[in-house]
């Protein structure tokens, strides 16, 4: 029932994680795709030659997109390109550890850069272009910390509460161009950003059992949720911050 044919999205930090799966399923429903990544070729070429297999364009771009003329750089790009860009998905982010009362400046500021920053500067210039085409979906990956926080993550929770602040903020501006803006708020995930800490595999079991589904959700499971408010079939919800957590944080 799905069906994005021709359409256009750009997934920041889509080398890996969440953002590799969600490329995939992107291109699945006939999207091509455009991924940003910092370090890792290797991984973004996977995703490529993975998208590729389903009769796709990727295009990947190098950028640390807490720079705002890295950000500016994607959007260009993008539109040389495909000419257009439909959809955006607000996914690169960090996640560190900061006991306050010790945390370092460059420690907040650097979580604040990427994970809201990154996101405003990519909106921000993509937004122009969704006006002119009088359609858009704008989805950012926030989490359930930042619904509520997270002890000893507070720069984590602090940048993904503003993340849900600002998608509900210009969901309502944003509205009356035909573009939707929404959140998807994943609570534990089984990627590499959580490897260090699920490398206690009995750390990983006591976490799994606080979850009503009895499972840690693979990257596949959160790429789902993403497409569909991507779809026509989310085309009357906006604002809304959609928690996929196996019922592990019951937050409207």
């Not at 490329?23 to 995703?47: E, H, P, R």
């Not at 771009?61 to 750089?73: C, G, H, M, T, V």
């Not at 309502?172 to 995930?189: C, D, K, M, R």
């Amino acid at each position: 029932m799905i069906n994005l044919l021709n359409q256009v999205v750009i997934i920041t930090g889509g080398s890996r994680g969440i953002g590799a799966a969600s490329a995939v399923l992107f291109a699945k429903v006939g999207a091509d795709v455009v991924i940003t990544y910092t370090k890792n070729a290797k991984a973004a070429n996977s995703v490529i030659e993975n998208v590729k297999k389903q009769g796709r364009t990727c295009l990947a771009i190098k950028a640390d997109i807490s720079k705002s003329s890295n950000a500016n750089k994607v959007i260009q790009q993008t539109i040389k390109k495909f000419g257009r860009i439909d959809i955006l998905v607000n996914n690169a982010g960090i996640w560190t550890y900061g006991k306050i009362g010790s945390m370092s400046e460059k420690v907040w500021k650097e979580t604040m850069q990427v994970n809201l920053d990154g996101m405003f500067y990519l909106t921000n210039a993509a937004v122009p272009y969704m006006k002119k085409q009088q359609s858009g979906k704008i989805i950012n990956i926030s989490s359930t910390a930042g619904q509520r926080g997270e002890a000893e993550h507070s720069h984590y929770a602090a940048s993904k509460g503003g993340m849900i602040s600002f998608t509900k903020a210009i969901a309502t501006e944003l509205g009356q161009f035909n573009i939707n803006v929404n959140s998807v708020a994943p609570g534990w995930v089984d990627t590499d950003l959580n490897d260090s800490v699920f490398s206690d595999k009995e750390y990983k079991e006591q976490e799994r059992k606080k979850i009503p589904i009895q499972r840690i959700p693979t990257p596949e499971d959160i790429a789902g949720p993403i497409v569909f408010l991507a779809s026509d079939l989310a085309r009357h919800i906006t604002g809304e911050i959609l928690n996929v957590n196996g019922g592990s944080v019951l937050i409207g």
